[in-house]
């Protein structure tokens, strides 16, 4: 496992450190990458001896009241040193393979770094590959430097995460792409530094001290000096130009003033380099904590962190790891489980709810049984109207039509009436045979009957003679 | 990891056996819904019932009146008295003691005679039929020993269908 933790899990947060001759000072963003904390803690000026951290103890105990100060939430630390602490170096290798190129540069360490190379710490980064030939940045510190600094910061409770020279932080922030040149010009209290950087590679350093016979103005007059003989050393060589050069000021006291004192003395454009923080001192610090983490292995990114603490790095992330892993499945385990729990509670409770909801409906229903009672005898009453109301009529009209289709010659005595056949049988006298068929007729013409039976021996006599006849009603419904 | 395995077991089992208890529990959920959907539309039908019963209520009420109770036929003989003494001359009429039952239906069995003008008689058939019951003339027989134009003595039966049931006080 070669890797760290926040390069796995890519929530863990970090803030950004920055170790100056007399100030550390440290900034934190939020996960938006706006400024949440900063602080700065003054140390001693002789806290450091020739590249060596010498007073571990003090160093401990202000990088506690740095972090007690800011209230940092989390212990996570990104850490930039002076570039003065720092080998630059450019190298050629064939493209290859990152494996591969890991294994040129280690056998050409020694020739890069005038140091034995056991006694350093290195990391190189791609910067860009032309005619089959990768270009590298390989940066170097001792490890009598880098490992004082680490002891002392882990001693302090923190848990660095990346080391880096300053100056590559910085021109990080800044942004310059290759064949880009900045002038950065850090200017502090006691001390200032002059780096020349390409893209995101520091190409040279010099640092001017603020001696104590100096005045500011001799001072400000030695960084200028400076500024002037890089700049004109590397635009002889061909190197900067106006349209690829930019003089960047930060630091302490790099303020607007410095720039204009040096703009006359500078034929490069200067910039004043701010960041969110609002105070160009912490702009290394801001740097260091803006930047994305990755891990030494990475080939686009400088990383020197010792590979002992990288790998207790790595146990840790593979335990806790594991543990996280196996909460998430407990705890994914747990919702499987549950969710036949939760669905039988909601099918339980939807058909209690329906089941009260008929309950409900049915006593509505019940007690409105009396209208259900209306209603079906209501039903019936109808069915029962509709089959008897053809009864309803009476033989009126038919009476009324027989007595009027009756001649004089014909007397009636006697009528009777069966409905159920709507037969109707008369008898009487009649004053002759012909009135008697007249008579017939007519109620037979009269379409208001029918089925007229006039038996024969009603016509035996001429006149006079007693009939009896009986016919149907033709019903008019 | 062996707990994550137990965990795994604890889950398996227990969808196995809680699955076939919520696919029957949504069955039951979806018999009540039909139930519900059948109940609802019982509840319209009463709707729709009340509503008609508040609006049609004057054409109920008479078809309620159509068959007289034990207390409306009282009503009903005040009314036939009263046709008979304006159609006839003299009347007398029968009627059986309790209804009789007939396909399910009831009706008293009345018989009715008198003497009446021939014309005033068919007007006594035609205000019976106007009547707001069910009756059923069954029979008629007519003595007319002056011919249709003077008095006749008549004689006829007729159903009053009445309310079913039909108590006798």
């Known amino acids: 496992m070669n890797l760290l933790p926040g390069f796995i899990v890519p929530n863990i947060h970090f803030f950004g450190l920055s170790i100056d001759r007399m100030t550390i000072r440290a900034v934190e963003l939020s996960p938006q990458g706006a400024v949440r904390t900063y602080a700065e803690v003054a140390i001693d000026e002789n806290t450091f001896a020739d590249a060596t951290l010498v007073k571990k103890e003090s160093f401990i105990q202000a990088l506690k009241a740095l972090v007690s100060q800011g209230r940092f939430s989390t212990t996570y630390v990104s850490v930039c040193f002076p570039e003065a602490y720092a080998y630059t170096r450019e190298h050629s290798v064939p493209d290859m393979e990152k494996e591969d190129i890991d294994e040129a540069v280690a056998w050409k360490v020694k020739d890069l770094f005038p140091l034995p190379e056991d006694d350093i710490y290195y990391d190189w980064k791609r910067l860009d590959a032309k005619d089959g030939q990768v270009h590298i940045g390989v940066v170097g510190i001792q490890k009598k430097t880098l490992d004082s600094l680490v002891d002392a910061i882990i001693a302090s409770g923190l848990k660095p995460l990346r080391f880096e020279p300053d100056a590559s932080a910085v021109a990080r922030l800044i942004g310059l792409k290759p064949q880009q040149y900045g002038l950065v010009t850090e200017v502090n209290k006691r001390s200032a530094s002059v780096t020349l950087v390409e893209g995101e590679k520091s190409l040279f350093t010099t640092v001017v001290t603020y001696g104590k016979t100096d005045t500011p103005v001799a001072f400000l007059e030695n960084i200028t000096a400076s500024l002037e003989d890089i700049a004109k050393y590397y635009t002889n060589k061909g190197m900067l130009r106006k349209d690829n050069t930019k003089v960047i000021v930060t630091g302490e006291i790099g303020s607007r003033e410095w720039a204009d004192y040096m703009a006359k003395r500078v034929a490069y454009p200067i910039q004043i380099l701010s960041t969110p923080v609002g105070n160009s001192a912490y702009n290394k610090a801001y740097a260091s904590a803006a930047e994305t983490m990755s891990p030494p292995q990475d080939d686009s990114s400088i990383n020197l962190m010792p590979r002992d603490v990288q790998e207790i790095y790595d146990e840790s992330w593979r335990i806790s790891y594991v543990q996280s892993l196996a909460l998430r499945s407990l705890i994914g385990l747990l919702i499987i489980c549950a969710i036949p729990f939760v669905v039988l509670v909601s099918v339980l409770m939807q058909k209690e709810k329906l089941a009260k909801e008929s309950a409900v409906l049915q006593s509505v229903i019940k007690s409105q049984d009396a209208s259900i009672g209306q209603v079906t005898i209501l039903n019936g009453k109808l069915e029962s109207l509709l089959a008897l109301a053809p009864l309803k009529k009476t033989p009126a009209s038919h009476l009324a039509q027989l007595a009027a289709l009756t001649p004089t010659g014909i007397h009636i005595s006697q009528l009777e009436y069966d409905d159920s056949k709507q037969l109707y049988t008369i008898s009487g006298t009649s004053s002759d045979r012909t009135t008697l068929l007249a008579f017939r007729n007519a109620l037979e013409s009269s379409k208001k009957f029918t089925k007229i039976v006039l038996p024969l021996s009603s016509l035996e006599s001429e006149a006079n003679s007693d009939f009896s006849m009986s016919f149907v009603g033709v019903s008019s419904l | ?169």
Request: proline share 4%.
């Open chain 2, 1 to 169: 990891m062996t707990i994550l395995w137990i965990f795994s077991g604890v889950a398996l089992i227990t969808a196995v056996i809680l699955l076939p208890v919520v696919s029957s529990q949504r069955k039951s959920i979806e018999l009540l819904r039909n139930e519900i959907k059948a109940l609802q539309s019982d509840t319209e039908l009463i709707g729709i019932s009340k509503e008609i019963f508040g609006s049609q209520q004057p054409k109920i009420d008479a078809i309620s009146r159509a068959f007289p109770d034990e207390e409306t036929i009282i009503r009903f003989i005040g009314e036939l008295e009263t046709i008979l003494k304006a159609d006839t001359i003299e009347n007398t009429f029968q009627v059986t003691d309790a209804p009789i039952s007939e396909s399910g239906k009831l009706y008293l069995l009345y018989t009715i005679s008198g003497k009446a003008e021939f014309g005033k008689f068919t007007k006594l058939l035609s205000d019976i039929e106007k009547m707001p019951y069910l009756t059923h003339i069954l029979s008629i027989s007519l003595r007319t020993p002056d011919g249709f134009t003077k008095t006749v003595e008549y004689s006829f039966q007729m159903k009053v269908y009445v309310k079913n049931p039909f108590s006798i006080r």
